[in-house]
């Protein structure tokens, strides 16, 4: 699972209420998708393409076990995201709902907002096309890994009977 794209890069720190605020976790995700991000990067919501690549700092998805911040970030049509780390729930929420995640210590310190990115979530290779740099973390579980080649778990969980057995 390879993915190249433009960098958008956010600091430490980022609850899933900055995501997602609050007053929009009802709305119909077309709203939603207006205001990820926004208070961090207003131009975020208006300007992210399909394919582009969210690179944050430590704790990335902390304080709320809210999918709706995952949803959210993958109807901007994001390839995947990338972090120092990640909030726990929030990293296995990524993969329950389709939206591929790399953590990657450092991985803020090879990039700049803009830069050109590929991404490779099976192998955990992570490339700065710009500058050149290259690292590798740690790849996602294999069956982290099965659950985004399906889609998402409840994709998965359709297509596999055999988990229930």
């Not at 394919?51 to 944050?56: L, P, Q, T």
């Not at 990039?111 to 740099?133: K, P």
């Amino acid at each position: 699972m390879k993915f190249t794209g433009r960098c958008w890069k956010f600091g430490d720190n980022i609850p899933t209420d900055q995501l997602v605020k609050s007053r929009y976790v009802f709305d119909p995700m077309e709203e939603i998708v207006k205001h990820v991000l926004e208070d961090l990067n207003p131009e975020f919501p208006a300007k992210v393409q399909p394919g582009d690549i969210v690179v944050a700092g430590k704790h990335f998805g902390q304080s709320s076990g809210r999918a709706i911040a995952t949803k959210a970030l993958r109807a901007t049509g994001i390839g995947c995201v990338v972090a120092d780390t990640f909030a726990r729930t929030f990293y296995r929420n990524c993969f329950e709902i389709g939206l591929p995640a790399l953590a990657l210590d450092g991985a803020t310190g090879m990039v700049d907002d803009g830069d050109r990115l590929t991404v490779d979530i099976a192998t955990g290779e992570f490339r700065n096309e710009t500058t050149g740099a290259v690292r590798t973390a740690a790849p996602a579980d294999p069956f982290l890994l099965q659950m985004l080649e399906a889609g998402g778990l409840i994709k998965l969980a359709a297509a596999r009977s055999d988990l229930f057995e």
